[in-house]
Nanobody, 123 residues
Framework: QVQLVESGGGLVQPGGSLRLSCAAS????????VAWFRQAPGKEREFVAA???????DHADSVKGRFTISRDNAKNTVYLQMNSLKPEDTAVYYC?????????????????WGQGTQVTVSS
């Protein structure tokens, strides 16, 4: 079992920055692909970024150049640095994980989910 706890959400003005954290339990964290998804009111949950167990990362086109995912396996934590935030980035952001996952963009591929953290971009 893996437990995921997100933190770092909040209210920020357009153009501002936030860093989300996803802290995971478990002894084999480095073998897991960990991703961020987001869901805005009335919309489908969408892929944001993933830190694969191989060390490679993927980012959705909508956030490339603005968001960066990274992981610290020694701390069992994955981060999402979000810069140049826009109102359309407003959503609940979820952390998800699955052992040795390669196809990262489909939410149904993940076994474990956090409770979510709200990000609101507004002036």
């Amino acid at each position: 079992q893996v437990q995921l706890v997100e933190s770092g959400g909040g209210l920020v003005q357009p153009g501002g920055s936030l860093r989300l954290s996803c802290a995971a339990s478990g002894r084999t964290f480095s073998s897991y692909t960990v991703a961020w998804f987001r869901q805005a009111p009335g919309k489908e949950r969408e892929f944001v970024a993933a830190a694969k167990y191989t060390g490679r990362t993927d980012h959705a086109d909508s956030v490339k150049g603005r968001f960066t995912i990274s992981r610290d396996n020694a701390k069992n934590t994955v981060y999402l640095q979000m810069n140049s935030l826009k109102p359309e980035d407003t959503a609940v952001y979820y952390c998800a994980a699955r052992l040795a996952l390669s196809v990262v963009v489909l939410s149904e591929n993940y076994d474990y989910w956090g409770q979510g953290t709200q990000v609101t971009v507004s002036s």
